[in-house]
């Protein structure tokens, strides 16, 4: 990766903008990929176009960290902000996300097409901002901010998104999880899965009730490796759920259990739980997603947060 913008290093108060709406204002807000076109489309007119922020953009380095955005996506909001072609250089844009380092078809355009934009290659958005922070304290090593973080690193947990798709697997089929979420996360699904596994203490259960509460779907990813009878993280999160879904908050006809088996393990192994085994499973060899998975999943997901939002 090549230096950081340096606007990056001296920001002052930012200015937030609702691109694609605001749930806790509104039920008018982007969940499909339909509501993120048609978001998008409206920026175009006069009516809705953000004039002042496009002006901003159109001089300062764009970056994009974590949106999760599809390739068309990604592409469309960086020539918006360029207000000219994509291949003009007076610029240098940045983009830190998963979605985008996993599509190479994507990056092969922008690297043939935008020799302006600047991709990060080894992660996500957190392993960007912890780039940005090492560098940060390698420059200012006497700055307290370099303390307040190694102090918070070790409490802090990432928070789930409302509305995001809870992933609960046994560790060792985590690299089917990962196809799954990826192929969820590129269909702008947010997909939400703790790879190092709250630890006892400082409140794990009560986050993980909460993470639980927030999240519209869970997801418990079923194989041979969790009919293991051993008490495992996993199980922690599958009685958790169980207990969620039986809360008044949830709807008879709401779907909060998604079961989606990965290998050739049978619906009435006595191993697991008898309500997953009394509802309808996805079969999804090596974790690879279906586009009616896909496409299910998303609906679910905007039906929760609708009903969440009193839309419906």
Known sequence: MQDLPGDLQSLGAPAVYHLIGKLSATPAYAVTQEDLIEFFHSLQSDTHRPAQ??????????????????GW??????????????????????????????????VLFLERFSSGTEIFREGGAVNFVNE?????????????????????????????????VFLSYASGDWPAVEKLKIGLEQSGVDVFFDRDELQPGNDWEGKLRRSLHQCSL???????????????????????????????????KATFLLP??????????????????????????????????????????REHQLARSGAV
């Open 53 to 70: 922020l496009f002006q901003e953009l159109s001089s300062r380095s764009l970056l994009l960290l974590g949106t999760r955005f599809t």
């Open 132 to 164: 940005l922070h090492q560098r940060w304290t390698e420059k200012h090593p006497d700055t307290p901010l370099q303390d307040t973080a190694q102090n918070n690193a070790v409490s802090s947990r990432p928070e789930i998104e409302p509305g995001a």
């Open 218 to 252: 869970f997801v418990p990813v079923i194989s041979r490796q969790t009919l293991t009878p051993d008490r495992r993280f996993f199980r922690v999160e599958w009685n958790l759920a169980l207990e969620e879904a039986q809360k008044a908050s949830f709807s008879s």
């Open 260 to 301: 989606v088996v990965i290998d050739d393990t049978t619906i009435d192994n006595p191993a697991l739980p008898a309500k997953f085994r009394a509802i309808q499973w996805k079969s999804l060899p090596a974790g690879v997603p279906t586009p009616e998975f896909v496409a299910r999943v998303k609906q679910l997901s």
């Open 73 to 106: 996506l990604t592409s469309f909001l960086m020539r918006m902000s360029k207000r000219q072609r994509l291949s003009s250089d007076d610029k240098t844009d940045y983009v830190a996300d998963d979605s985008v380092s996993h599509d190479e078809g994507l």
